[in-house]
């Protein structure tokens, strides 16, 4: 990977390489798995997390029949079954892990393994087979003749073992010439013992893929960026073009949804049903209710109720809360505040800090002046109010329900309801009419 970050934590649509080979397993098992950690392995277990995996540093690092060794304490009396994967193949699906046990369970072998039959070996092993088709040997490409490199059924490193014969097998392991443990020996162990191995054919090669460069993790990205997006369109989102689209594994999407290109969900985002984003908008951890516009924006942490427009070129951050029928124009941007039901926020605006009622007017260039340096402070607007353009909120402020300022008023005095106050400093010039 030519980097100073372990390979197992490049991330992968937004989630750690490791990550998605651990969910995976979760998924299948429903136990914590066990990962085996080494090179960084100090990083890995504190940027995934105890509660990802139960950790067993492997140390010195003697080859992968040596790694599963480590993990034998943890795991030895536990299951009849212990399913084996690597983190580096973040795409093996919990579909094909299912039907690796289930083949397993059906079957008297003792290994159970999964094959793929691909034009490019991508430093796999070699499946050798007899006469008869029956497995003989798995060979590692370093030691492997060129008649035997030629083989294109290839170990995917996927396996099922029998626990009671795993364990003390893997001490019967030969040295390679290389001064290392190899798993796929194993093969050879059962079948000089007289049981069987079985095979179970990957269905899709591309679930195989093993990430040794930064070319792999692009090309793996694609894949897994793929299939996400056709799970979201068979549950009736629409995409306009797929290649474009970028959802992470922890987003929801409600039907009728539609998705432009450039569009980026990430993190823990809910988005409701019939809503428009995109195209080039960029929601994490957010809520977005139904029938919702978004147009070329940047949300992080906001909560938009329903039917909620939104752009172009608007930045929504962390607190930003907009409640039904709200509109905010292009080039505003709202922080840890609340917009009330149907108010509208003209362009070039920032509101931070604020709590806004409904129906309100904001007109283009008003700013919330929240913070004097040292501390930030609230602004309060009530219901049906009317900010005019280019206002300067001095807060702590509050603005009256009804109550209207006069374009480029700096205000930094409370103004009562049904008041219109201008100028610089703004003060109050008349009470306004009551509404019937």
């Known amino acids: 990977m030519r980097s100073s970050l372990p390979k197992v934590l490049h991330p992968l649509l937004g989630q750690p390489m490791a990550w998605h080979a651990l969910e995976t ?100 092993g070699r499946i050798l087979r007899d006469a008869s088709g029956q497995m003989q040997a798995i060979v590692e490409e370093a030691q492997a003749t060129p008649e035997q490199l030629a083989i294109r059924e290839l170990n995917a490193s996927v396996y099922c073992f029998s626990a009671d014969w795993l364990w003390p097998a893997l001490q019967r392991i030969p040295l ?71 959802i992470e594994p922890g987003v929801s999407i409600g039907p009728d949804t539609v998705l432009w290109p450039g569009t980026y969900l990430r993190g823990s985002t809910t988005i409701g049903s019939g809503c428009e984003l ?32 939104v752009g172009p070129f608007a930045r929504l951050r962390k607190g930003a809360h907009l409640a039904s029928g709200v509109h905010m124009g292009n080039f505003g941007e709202i922080k840890n505040s609340y917009l009330g039901p149907g108010t509208k926020m003209g362009h070039f605006s920032y509101i931070g800090d604020a709590n806004i009622g409904a129906e309100v007017n904001i007109g283009a260039g008003t700013i919330t002046c929240n913070f004097d340096g040292t501390h930030k402070h609230p602004t309060e607007i009530g219901e049906g109010a009317f900010i005019g353009s280019d206002t300067m909120l001095v807060a702590p402020v509050k603005i009256g329900a009804g109550a209207r300022t006069g374009a480029g008023a700096v205000v930094t005095r409370d103004v009562p309801p049904f008041s219109l106050a201008v100028g610089v400093p703004a003060r109050t010039i008349r009470k306004l009419e009551l509404p019937e």
Not at 68 to 88: I, K, N, P
Not at 283 to 298: E, F, N
């Open 25 to 124: 397993a979760r998924q299948v098992t429903g136990t914590q798995p066990v990962m085996i950690i080494g090179h960084g392995a100090e990083a890995v277990r504190q940027a995934l997390g105890e509660q990802a995996a139960s950790y067993v540093v492997q140390a010195p690092q003697l080859g992968t029949g040596h790694a599963v060794m480590q993990a034998e304490s943890l795991l030895r009396g536990t299951s009849d079954l212990v399913l084996v994967t690597y983190a580096d193949m973040p795409l093996v699906s919990s579909d094909t892990l299912r039907r690796l046990v289930a083949a397993h369970q059906k079957n008297s072998a003792v290994i159970t393994l999964v094959t793929v039959i691909a034009a490019d070996p991508r430093g796999f």
């Open 176 to 246: 390679s010439p290389k001064g290392e443990y190899y798993l796929t020996d194993l093969v050879g162990l059962a079948v000089a013992d007289g049981l069987p191995v079985q095979a179970l054919v990957a269905d899709d090669p591309a679930e195989m893929i093993g990430v040794n460069t930064r070319v792999h993790l692009a090309e793996a990205e694609a894949h897994l960026r793929r299939r996400i997006n056709q799970t979201w369109m068979l549950q009736g989102v629409s995409m306009i073009n797929p290649e474009a689209t970028y």
């Open 278 to 309: 995109g195209p080039n908008t960029i929601i994490r951890d957010s809520q977005v209710g139904d029938g919702c516009t978004i147009l070329a924006s940047v949300l992080e942490g906001a909560r938009l109720e329903d039917h909620v427009e």
